[in-house]
């Protein structure tokens, strides 16, 4: 009896995989993805999944931020670009563009883990962000400067923490600007007076995420709006999607791609 369930339940399994993945059965092709870097890691998994079953597709992914992302579809360089915002109507206009939103995924303030903070407010962070507090005594730390880190002014990640969790307030052209949310773990984790931002879903134990105001920024708080430092992740292609474009989005927004993307710390969304 045992062994009869087990099988059922491999056979179920195999089957709800099977299923998912039917949306690239008699495709082929390649497919070129670029943009948002939240993204990435998640994405990665769905790609493997489907060049492991279908050899004859070819999935490649790369960075570059959102609005190069936007910029390339836009210009049928690629194919789809991943986006951590919503493109301005300016933008959907002149690309043409088709949004796709599969995932929510919030944006966390960082720092060391051997700085001993795990809070701040909104009136403090607008002051460290913009300039006006540049050491830690100033916050009821030890005497150290404040190493400040943030995005390029393409990123998505960068625009919807300057609008939700800056209020808009300006952002020092002091700041040390890094390429991606990968490139931000990697040096806030080794910089210890470093405070920095990044997607929630990319976040591990190498840094230190705070409270804003309190709140934490976890899935639960997202999901009923106590912490509202988040944003979409869309996909979008210039006109309609091609057949294989449409499989790919089609399976990050089935069960299985919805498990994928709970794995990196977003919320799915199916729409």
Same mark, same amino acid.
């Given at each position: ?83 951590? #915002? ?16 599969? @995932?929510?995924?919030? $944006? ?35 005497? @150290? ?5 943030? #995005? ?116 799915? $969304?199916?729409?």
């Amino acid at each position: 009896m045992k062994k009869l369930l087990l099988t059922l339940i491999t056979l179920s399994l195999t089957f709800l995989n099977a299923s998912d993945l039917k949306v690239f059965e008699n495709l082929k092709g390649t497919l070129n993805i670029a943009g948002g870097t939240a993204h990435i890691k998640c994405e990665k998994e769905a790609i493997k999944n489907i060049m492991r079953k279908y050899p004859d597709i070819t999935i490649s992914i790369a960075g570059g931020g959102s609005g190069i992302g936007i910029k390339q579809v836009s210009s049928k360089i690629i194919d789809l670009a991943n986006s951590g #915002r919503k493109p301005t109507q300016k933008e959907i206009k002149n690309g043409d563009l088709k949004l796709f939103r599969f @995932a929510i995924d919030g $944006i966390g303030v960082i720092v060391n883990p051997k700085l001993n903070i795990d809070s701040l407010t909104t009136k403090q962070l607008q002051d460290i962000f913009s300039g006006k507090i540049t050491n830690f005594k100033e916050l009821g730390l030890s005497n @150290a400067p404040i190493n400040l880190y943030t #995005r390029d002014e393409s990123s998505a990640t960068r625009k919807v923490f300057w609008k939700r969790a800056l209020k808009k307030s300006p952002i020092s052209n002091k700041a040390r600007v890094v390429s991606s949310n990968a490139a931000m773990k990697t040096a806030i984790s080794k910089d210890k007076n470093a405070i920095g931002i990044i997607s929630l879903g990319v976040a591990n134990d190498s840094v230190k995420l705070l409270n804003i105001n309190g709140v934490k920024p976890t899935v639960e708080n997202i999901n009923n709006d106590s912490y509202n430092v988040a944003r979409g992740l869309y996909l979008l292609s210039s006109g309609e999607p091609s057949k294989l474009a449409s499989a790919y989005i089609s399976y990050l927004r089935s069960n299985e791609g919805a498990k994928i993307v709970s794995k990196y710390g977003f919320i799915p $969304i199916n729409e």
